[in-house]
Structures are given as structure tokens and as C-alpha cells.
């Protein structure tokens, strides 16, 4: 049974969005691995910005910085 996590940053992702990384997520696997879409497991995880990093800094401060221009 393949298991796939995907994880995104909560920032409106909407529920079509998310449908078509299900959909395309199981086809995926169907196509290169021949793996049965009725065992094949899609977890979205929405993770708030602040609990997201790059580079060593949460990435609401790594956005705001850029937004104002200095980084």
C-alpha cells in the first residue's frame, strides 16, 4: 500500500488544488510503480508559515523580508 505526505504551507490552497494532488499524486504511482489507486494513501498536510523554514528562518519572515525588500 503506498503512502504518500504531502506537506504545504497553509496559504489558501483550495479544495480542487487539493483534489488534483490526490488525483495526480495515485497516478503517478499507477503510472511508473503499476501501484493499485484503491491502496494508494494521499495525506495533505497544510503547515502554518511560521512553522515552515528555509535556510534557518521561518518562512513568514523569510516572505516579509522579501516583500519589504531587503533580503
Known amino acids: 500500500m503506498p ?3 504531502i506537506k504545504v504551507t497553509r496559504e489558501g490552497v483550495t479544495r480542487e488544488q487539493k483534489a488534483r494532488l490526490i488525483a495526480g499524486a ?3 504511482l499507477v503510472d511508473v510503480l503499476h501501484k493499485d489507486p484503491a491502496t494508494t494513501v494521499v495525506v495533505i498536510d497544510e503547515i502554518d508559515m511560521e512553522n515552515w ?4 528562518e521561518p518562512v513568514d519572515i523569510l516572505r516579509a523580508r522579501k516583500t519589504a ?3
Do not use: P, R
Request: net charge negative; hydrophobic share 30%; proline share 0%.
Open 3 to 5: 503512502y504518500v505526505n
Open 53 to 56: 523554514g528555509i535556510a534557518g
Open 26 to 28: 495515485t497516478d503517478l
Open 69 to 71: 525588500g531587503t533580503g
